[in-house]
């Protein structure tokens, strides 16, 4: 049975008592839960003697109101996934609990989130590291799982238990695609059915293009408004719109 938790007391409470000598795999998510949230689900579960999931859609790492108004919410069906998935606890965390500074504090990091991502959504990365560190601190899990199709973000994650020598072990997991080849996300159920049948594109076009420089190309003839690709260390990093939809993915080449 999956117990639904919303205070702070509540988590630390189960850390501290049923805890003690267990480990604790930890998901935070931002909700509206698909087949790539269980894979990070079902990885925990197996590694793990008590797994916790976080339904928390964070304001801070949102640099674009609209963006954070429409992002979708699936509370109910989203405790069923975790049900199914015989998670232990699901945290709906509130804002004011996660922020009782009112976000006058927070972590930044001066390299990789100046790129890609970064320089197109400004502060997002400051927001995510933030909570990350916040759930983190709070939860103290034995692991903490993220999905590779936020390649970028693994990467700061990890990064950031180093620098502050926190005491989890960052476990990425490989990115959940359609049959198709789109990446799950959240996102993609706000696209029209339209929008739906191009966007797999752009992982075909990420993997066979010759650079990076032709993906883009590829790209915007095919109705793409491209942010940024880019090919760094065997990795090709992308992020573009399909009407106000905008998509991430990366593949490795
Ligand atoms: P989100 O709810 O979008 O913040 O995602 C929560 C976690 O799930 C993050 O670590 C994501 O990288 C991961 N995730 C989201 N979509 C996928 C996917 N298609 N495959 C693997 N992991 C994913």
């Known amino acids: 049975m999956t117990q639904v938790v919303t205070t702070i007391n509540e988590v630390k409470s189960i850390r501290k008592a049923v805890l003690k000598e267990k480990s604790v795999g930890f998901i935070p998510t931002m909700g509206a839960l698909h087949a790539g949230h269980a894979e990070l689900m079902k990885q925990a579960r197996k590694e793990n003697d008590y797994v916790i999931v976080s339904i928390f859609v964070n304001p801070t790492q949102f640099d674009n109101t609209e963006d954070l108004e429409k992002y979708p919410s699936t509370i109910q069906s989203d405790i069923r996934m975790a049900e199914k998935e015989t998670i232990n606890c699901v945290w709906l965390p509130k804002y004011s609990q996660i922020y009782p500074d009112e976000y006058k504090y927070k972590v930044s990091e001066s390299e990789l989130s100046k790129t890609l991502c970064g320089t197109h959504r400004p502060g997002h990365f400051d927001g995510m590291l933030t909570v990350v560190m916040r759930l983190l601190n709070i939860i103290k899990p034995t692991r903490a ?3 590779e199709k936020d390649y970028q973000q693994l990467q700061l994650v990890r990064g950031l238990v180093q620098a502050f020598f926190m005491d989890t072990q960052i476990v990425g997991v490989p990115t959940v695609r359609e049959p198709t080849g789109l990446a799950l996300s959240s996102r993609n159920t706000r696209l029209k059915p339209e929008e739906k049948e191009n966007a797999p594109l752009l992982y075909k076009i990420l993997k066979l293009a010759k650079s990076d420089e032709d993906a883009r190309l590829d790209l915007e003839k095919n109705g793409f408004k491209v942010d ?21 993915d990366n593949v490795k080449i």
């Open 145 to 147: 799982y993220f999905g």
């Open 228 to 248: 940024y690709v880019q090919d760094i260390n065997g990795r090709r990093y992308a992020a573009a719109y399909l009407g106000p939809i905008r998509l991430i």
